[in-house]
């Protein structure tokens, strides 16, 4: 069977499933949604919460991104990790990365909001938000790029997909922090991220969500 | 707040455990002490302390993460890949409703009675999704498993 993954064609929530199915080497085809196109399926009751993204597979559908993502690191022997202690580590970083992905939707605009909060907010978050959180990052990589043996669990995935979001508004905003950029770098030259973000999937370019606070 | 729904699954599994509670006073201390020590990971709470199987101390953060892990370890994590699947996404559904009331509870808010309305817009739309779970019986898959937990903690919270 052949699975399925429908999200919208922006880079969003969406994004940490798909670097998780490319890069875990997945079969699978996109069936990209549009605000014309989704009412309707919103309305059929096929997506458990009335959202995407959804993985239509051999588990049924399966909704929220972390669960997708859960999903592919039970398929694929050791995407959840290699042994209990990384299956920890992988469980403990997928939701870090959406304490990240909380703590920037919550500032920064996106292409449907254009101000969430003052300007001063925003780049606090910046200066001071993001600096104190990386430097946990840094600490917990140990002086290495990865976190696990294999350095792709879907954790690893999860949080680097929000890093990605993250550095497509402020490029340099790893520059302190060397380890977690090397671990960002490294998962950034991997093949099936690649193939993703220069736009080779069936999802095409993914725009992104996230703007420029202005 | 998060460090319920752990409690409550230590105390389900039958694992004698010591908690250390943190007040405003005592946490600027035990966050430095625990991030020096390595206990708090990402200078959060909940945290929890065990000894692996080779007497080693081992320390987890992140509430779900834990969850999970003590779901593994007592064959609380449903029977097959579909039933991990369908409590991963409650577990997800459960952590976005969580959030409407945090952002209710926890933030700075400007008029309680906007906020109040807005949460119970939130709480009408997201019950239904949880009742369409329990359609079927009274565990979110076939049997007892952390995902009732979490769910049961949401709805207490609420």
């Known amino acids: 069977m052949v699975m399925t993954f ?11 499933p798909l670097m998780c199915l490319e890069n875990h080497g997945l079969e699978w085809e996109g069936k990209a ?5 989704w009412p309707e399926m919103k309305k ?15 588990a049924g559908v399966v909704a929220q991104s972390a669960a997708i993502m859960q999903y592919v690191g039970r398929k694929v022997a050791g995407a959840g990790g290699a042994c209990e202690k990384e299956i920890a580590v992988s469980d403990m970083l997928m939701g870090l990365s959406e304490d990240f992905w909380n703590a920037y939707s919550k500032v920064q605009p996106t292409l449907f909001v254009a101000k969430k909060v003052p300007l001063e907010e925003v780049a606090a978050f910046w200066a001071t938000t993001i600096p104190e959180k990386l ?6 990589l140990k002086g290495k790029d990865a976190f696990t043996s294999s350095g792709i669990t879907v ?12 550095a497509r508004i402020t490029p340099e905003f790893l520059d302190k922090t060397p380890n977690t950029k090397a671990f960002y770098t490294r998962i950034l030259n991997l093949p099936g991220t690649q193939k993703l973000i220069t736009g080779k999937t069936s999802f095409g370019e993914l725009p992104s969500y996230f703007i420029k606070a202005e | 707040g998060l460090g319920q729904a752990p409690r409550l699954m230590l105390s389900e599994v039958g694992l004698n455990f010591e908690e250390v509670r943190h007040t405003r006073e005592t946490w600027s201390k035990a966050k430095q002490e625990g991030v020096e020590s390595g ?3 990402f200078g959060q709470v909940p945290a929890m302390e065990y000894w692996d199987g080779e007497g080693k101390k081992v320390s987890m953060v992140q509430s779900v993460a834990i969850m999970q892990f003590l779901a593994r370890e007592h064959g609380l994590y449903g029977s097959d890949n579909a039933e991990k699947a369908r409590i991963d996404v409650l577990v997800g559904g459960v952590g976005d ?3 409407r009331y945090g952002a209710m509870a926890y933030s700075k808010i400007d008029k309680l009675e906007d906020a ?10 997201w019950l239904p999704f949880f009742e369409t779970y329990l359609s079927k019986g009274e565990h979110v898959v076939s049997s007892f498993s952390f995902a009732d937990v979490m769910l049961f903690d949401l709805i207490d919270t609420c």
């Open chain 1, 6 to 16: 429908s999200y919208f064609g922006i880079m969003a929530k969406g994004f940490g």
């Open chain 2, 39 to 41: 206990l708090l990971s």
């Open chain 1, 135 to 140: 430097a946990y990052v840094e600490s917990f």
């Open chain 2, 97 to 99: 409703l969580r959030k």
């Open chain 2, 116 to 125: 109040l309305a807005t949460y119970k817009e939130e709480l009408v739309k």
């Open chain 1, 44 to 58: 059929s009751g096929v997506c458990p919460f009335g959202q995407l993204p959804i993985l239509e597979c051999d």
């Open chain 1, 33 to 37: 949604y549009t605000m014309d196109t």
């Open chain 1, 155 to 166: 954790g690893e995935l999860a949080l680097w997909s929000v890093f990605h979001m993250m």
